[in-house]
């Protein structure tokens, strides 16, 4: 079941390239391993030795019954007190204005608005993802804050049968709808910024998709991967990036920040959500309520996966070179980015957010209701940007 759990929350893998908005490794077979007996009649001993691991996994299947009900429920109580935590500790931004010097003025950003909702109504979009997933988080985050609409199609993490008709086998995967025009878009960062040059440039979308060529790379393992070109560039004209940004620094800051939440936050997500098996038994039962399971599908993944990923999560400590206690990891690369955005300004985009900042919140939002994240908020100055970036996702223009 590990290959589930890598399929919903990744296990990164240490790459001589940027691993980008790249989901997961893609899946391999099925693991068949099973046990081989000793050659013979099985006589009385053996006999015995048999009863003995039935009893055994009855036990411990009943226990790990018990300790899910227990922490569930208990999951669900801290669930409970961080809602109504930030309900109260809600900092309000203020009426979300236009970044000076970008969008100059509120009828200008009422043009804007309404320039991106003309170009959207263009588009009918599909996405396939695992809603646990980053990287899906990040491109529904995106999708949210441009008043996409769109539709989601779950896809099992095992069979994958929702996406039988690709070749490239990792999702998220975006099928997008222009006119006669069919278009599938591959890796989180491409669909991110393939879609705003089309929505601030215009430009038919299937031609935008080939400032994007995927290209084969192999990663230090020797195994074969693809990776996308140009992944962090909107390909606007000087015109479009001047009103976009206003200025090379903010456009070389927000590609620097997105690549830091692909390259290193992901990476902090599996080690924290199954640090314990606690906590990993949570992030299973979480992963199965979210999920597209069957419901012996399901059973098996929330305790063969928790206890498989428990125990993978302590190779990636040492993968990752990460501290014993990966919670500091965690709170240290969330009070930097904290540190980045500043005490100037409510995001990152300044006014409103921008790219970096929905992927930093579609990568963290994926952990909510866990005590990862209930952990995060509390430790970290993390929260009062995360409401913000929540508040204007909530209350862009529909």
């Not at 759990?5 to 893998?13: Q, T, Y």
């Not at 608005?113 to 990040?138: D, E, I, M, N, V």
């Not at 979308?205 to 994007?212: N, R």
Request: a positive charge; proline letters at 5%.
């Amino acid at each position: 079941m590990a290959q589930v759990a890598r399929a919903l929350w990744p296990v990164p893998h240490a790459l001589a390239w940027r691993l980008g908005g790249r989901l997961q490794s893609a899946l391999p077979a099925q693991s068949r391993a099973g046990f081989a007996g000793a050659a013979g009649g099985p006589g009385p001993a053996a006999t015995a030795r048999k009863g003995s691991p039935r009893l055994l996994g009855a036990a411990a299947l009943a226990l790990g019954g018990v300790l899910g009900l227990y922490h569930t429920a208990r999951w669900h109580l801290r669930a409970q007190d961080l809602r109504a935590e930030r309900s109260a500790a809600q900092v309000s931004p203020g009426r979300i204005e236009p970044r000076v010097g970008v969008l100059g003025g509120s009828n200008e950003l009422r043009d804007f608005w309404r320039g991106q909702l003309s170009l959207s109504s263009r588009l009918q979009l599909t996405l396939y993802q695992y809603k646990t997933c980053p990287f899906c988080s990040k491109v529904r985050a995106f999708l949210d804050f441009h008043a996409l609409p769109y539709q989601v199609v779950e896809v099992n993490p095992v069979r994958r049968a929702e996406i039988k008709f690709s070749s490239y086998r990792k999702v998220p995967i975006l099928l997008a709808q222009e006119g006669e025009s069919l278009q599938q878009l591959n890796d989180s960062s491409v669909i991110i910024s393939a879609l705003k040059t089309y929505l601030v440039s215009g430009q038919p979308l299937e031609d935008i998709i080939t400032y994007y060529p995927p290209m084969k790379a192999v990663n230090d393992q020797g195994k074969e991967v693809t990776e996308f070109c140009n992944k962090y560039w909107l390909m606007l004209d000087e015109k479009e990036a001047q009103r976009m940004y206003g200025g090379k620094e903010a456009r070389t800051e927000e590609m620097k920040w997105r690549q830091w939440a692909d390259d290193w936050l992901v990476h902090l997500i599996s080690p924290n959500v199954y640090r314990t098996p606690a906590e990993a038994l949570a992030s299973f039962d979480y992963i199965v309520r979210e999920g597209k399971f069957g419901t012996v599908e399901g059973a098996v993944a929330k305790y063969m996966g928790a206890a498989a990923m428990y125990l993978i999560s302590k190779r990636l400590k040492s993968r990752h070179h990460l501290q014993d206690d990966v919670r500091a990891d965690l709170y240290e690369a969330a009070n930097k980015w904290v540190a980045a955005v500043g005490k100037d300004r409510p995001f990152m985009g300044g006014q409103q957010p921008n790219l970096a900042d929905l992927a930093v919140y579609g990568v963290l939002r994926v952990m909510e209701g866990l005590e990862a994240f209930d952990d995060l908020m509390r430790h970290t100055h993390i929260q009062p940007w995360y409401l913000r970036v929540e508040k204007a996702i909530a209350e862009v223009p529909q």
